[in-house]
């Protein structure tokens, strides 16, 4: 009897969707090192990480907010918003990138803030807000730059820092890292978490249940504008340049991480693991593809198609395991 | 914590393939690039019919000097896009990168990584910084261009009038330029001629039709349309279509023959001025070779550039030269 129990927790933990999704990854790194050109290369690993920073940051505060049911479509125009408010106070407030870092940290909080307010007071679909804060963050940046201006005069050691390295890796390696510990920490290891699915999963069971939804949706909200804040200062660190078009569309392929990840868009189910794993698969298809140099001159469209058929076929191998192990119930009452 | 074990798997792992083996992807590198030379080359974007005009010439001039021609840039207007594309060439391990830069700053960053790893740097269409660089492919100078289109708009406007101006980015370095040099010329030699207007049309055919209508309707003496972006060019054509005032407003700007010989046979735009785009994308692969095969030395006057001939250099800027004027006459004979 233990046995086979213990055979069933083997196959069931096998089915997961992080499993899949990581035997896909997996496959991936595999399939571009054997044909790709230079792909597993210590300079090239460094490539994707640096390259997907920003969208695993938005995707690992995506993900909570999806939990609890929500959906932030500002952060990509956020991102823009900050970055370009970042580079104006280096580049004319005079601020040294420390200070004038803090203080776009505090304006990303006081962003997600605002949406958390619209949401939670008022108690507008959280689709609906961030839809207008993503018009309104974007507007913003371009008026603030008149569409035109564009800073680029920072610090050259802000510079070194985007596009440099600590023991081998990155330095958005490390803080993308830290980020990921301290959401994990935060969504599988702290009552926080907890109440997240449970408002995720039924906002009004969680209500009556005494915790403090409101609250606890609007946690979600802020945390998301302080990274995508954090976000914006390492993508003008890396691009060196803030613009006004900085991160447009970025929340899109945030969402998409998320939901690859095995986080479900209705919300209560979801891990932060998975997550990672949506933006590392994401990350290895469209680099990959640029390796191969049969088709590196269209790989960029191939891996917009290819994302969508690694979507579909995440998903639809997760639905499977669900079946599969529905059936498996079944067949063990009738037995 | 079984959950946190697989995490810390998955990463290992990852390193795992991610970091073993750079000396044996090396040499696969090596022994398969033998010794042709492999030239990645980045328009802006994609999908411009300009740019893949540039890309025809290109691929031509790969066949005449036998190179591997590697073509990929943005499709969409993501900031950050040339510059992850050029740091993947640089670990794709490929001998010249050639690039029309769209931010001149941010790009630079990743092109002077470039040249620290030892792989030649060309500009072609939109310079980056001159330090990031060894040559620029200049398709024509600025002042050229301005002169050219400012002459034709005064004479299509008979001297005298309002007239606008519809530009990809306010932002594009090379359009600024060209902006710059109209203002220089409009004061110079046209006093009687007002610029009323710079609207941007993010290189995109339908918002410069919609800015078209809006700067008709908001200035009824308007009499010459400029628009200095290809996409713009039928865009604006469009808009004075619509508005029923083809002859009365006239259009002018730099585009493709192509995409603009029905408007100019119908008469709704009078002169489109471009320099031969299929010979930008062949000199500059040209150049590219040249330079990777150290016939192209900082400090040349002149180069060989295969078909091209015999082709001057204007210290770092190496210029295809005069731009044309296509009109109704002569549209027919070019078929980019």
């Given at each position: 009897m233990s046995s086979s129990s213990k055979l069933n927790g083997w196959k069931s933990a096998l089915l997961r969707h992080e499993s899949v999704l990581l035997f896909l990854v997996l496959l991936e790194a595999f399939y571009f090192n054997a044909v790709g050109r230079n792909f597993a290369t210590a300079d090239n690993v460094g490539n994707i990480i640096r390259h997907s920073t920003e969208?695993?940051?938005?995707?690992?505060?995506?993900?909570?907010?999806?939990?609890?049911?929500?959906?932030?479509?500002?952060?990509?125009?956020?991102?823009?918003?900050?970055?370009?408010?970042?580079?104006?106070?280096?580049?004319?407030?005079?601020?040294?990138?420390?200070?004038?870092?803090?203080?776009?940290?505090?304006?990303?909080?006081?962003a997600g803030g605002f949406n958390a307010t619209l949401i939670t007071w008022l108690r507008l679909p959280p689709l609906i807000v961030t839809l207008g804060t993503y018009s309104l963050f974007r507007g913003l940046a371009e008026a603030i730059t008149k569409g035109t201006a564009t800073y680029s005069k920072f610090p050259q050691a802000f510079l070194d820092?985007?596009?440099?390295?600590?023991?081998?890796?990155?330095?958005?390696?490390?803080?993308?890292?830290?980020?990921?510990?301290g959401v994990w920490l935060?969504?599988?290891?702290?009552?926080?978490?907890?109440?997240?699915?449970?408002?995720?999963?039924?906002?009004?069971?969680?209500r009556y249940a005494g915790l403090p939804v409101e609250r606890r949706v609007a946690m979600a909200y802020v945390l998301a504008g302080i990274v995508a804040a954090l976000a914006a200062i390492l993508f003008t660190a890396r691009v060196t340049q803030a613009r006004a078009d900085a991160g447009i569309g970025y929340e899109l392929l945030a969402v998409t991480a998320v939901v690859l990840g095995g986080t479900s868009i209705f919300g209560g189910t979801g891990t932060v693991h998975g997550t990672l794993l949506g933006v590392v698969a994401v990350a290895i298809l469209s680099n990959g593809l640029s390796r191969i140099l049969s088709i590196s001159n269209v790989s960029r469209e191939l891996s917009g198609m290819l994302t969508g058929a690694l979507l579909v076929l995440a998903l639809a191998s997760g639905l499977l395991s669900k079946y599969i192990a529905a059936w498996r119930a079944r067949r063990g009452v009738a037995g | 914590m079984r959950k946190l074990f697989l995490l810390i798997t998955t990463l290992g792992l990852i390193m795992a393939t991610g970091c073993n083996k750079p000396s044996e992807s090396t040499n696969t590198a090596g022994s398969g690039g033998g010794k042709k030379l492999t030239i990645a080359f980045m328009p802006k974007s994609k999908g411009n019919q300009y740019f893949i005009t540039c890309k025809n010439g290109a691929?031509?001039?790969?066949?005449?000097?036998?190179?591997?021609?590697?073509?990929?840039?943005?499709?969409?207007?993501?900031?950050?896009?040339?510059?992850?594309?050029?740091?993947?060439?640089?670990?794709?391990?490929?001998?010249?990168?050639?690039?029309?830069?769209?931010?001149?700053?941010?790009?630079?960053?990743?092109?002077?990584?470039?040249?620290?790893?030892?792989?030649?740097?060309?500009?072609?269409?939109?310079?980056?910084?001159?330090?990031?660089?060894s040559f620029f492919v200049n398709q024509a100078t600025a002042t050229g261009i301005a002169n050219v289109l400012m002459?034709?708009?005064?004479?299509?406007?008979?001297?005298?009038?309002?007239?606008?101006?519809?530009?990809?980015?306010?932002?594009?370095?090379?359009?600024n330029e060209w902006r710059k040099n109209i203002d220089l010329r409009l004061k110079e030699k046209y006093p009687k001629m007002k610029l009323v207007e710079t609207k941007p049309c993010d290189d995109q055919k339908d918002k410069a039709q919609q800015e078209t209508a809006n700067l008709l309707g908001a200035y009824p003496n308007l009499k010459c349309v400029m628009a200095i972006c290809s996409p713009a060019v039928p865009g604006a054509a469009e808009a004075v279509k619509q508005a029923g005032k083809v002859g009365k407003v006239k259009v002018l700007g730099l585009g493709l023959p192509s995409e603009n010989r029905a408007y100019v046979k119908d008469g709704v735009t009078q002169a489109v001025i471009l320099w031969k785009?299929?010979?930008?994308?062949y000199l500059t692969i040209a150049a590219a070779t040249a330079l990777a095969k150290g016939e192209l030395k900082p400090g040349a006057t002149t180069f060989k550039a295969g078909k091209l001939g015999e082709i001057q250099l204007q210290g770092s800027d190496i210029v295809l030269g005069q731009p044309f004027v296509f009109t109704k006459e002569n549209i027919d004979q070019f078929d980019f």
């Open positions: 969208i695993g940051l938005l995707a690992l505060v995506m993900m909570p907010i999806i939990l609890t049911g929500g959906i932030d479509l500002s952060v990509g125009s956020l991102l823009g918003l900050c970055a370009v408010l970042f580079g104006k106070m280096c580049q004319e407030g005079g601020f040294s990138p420390l200070v004038a870092g803090g203080i776009t940290l505090c304006i990303g909080a006081a820092f985007g596009n440099g390295a600590l023991l081998g890796l990155p330095n958005q390696a490390w803080i993308l890292l830290a980020v990921a510990m935060l969504i599988h290891q702290t009552t926080f978490g907890r109440s997240f699915r449970a408002i995720g999963f039924a906002p009004e069971g969680a | 691929v031509k001039a790969a066949a005449d000097l036998g190179i591997d021609l590697l073509f990929d840039g943005p499709t969409n207007t993501d900031p950050a896009k040339q510059n992850e594309i050029v740091e993947n060439w640089i670990t794709l391990g490929v001998d010249v990168i050639a690039v029309a830069c769209e931010n001149k700053e941010g790009i630079s960053t990743a092109l002077r990584k470039a040249q620290a790893k030892g792989i030649k740097v060309i500009t072609f269409d939109s310079d980056s910084m001159p330090d990031a660089r002459d034709t708009a005064a004479q299509l406007c008979g001297g005298e009038g309002e007239f606008a101006i519809i530009t990809a980015t306010l932002t594009a370095n090379n359009m785009v299929e010979d930008l994308g």
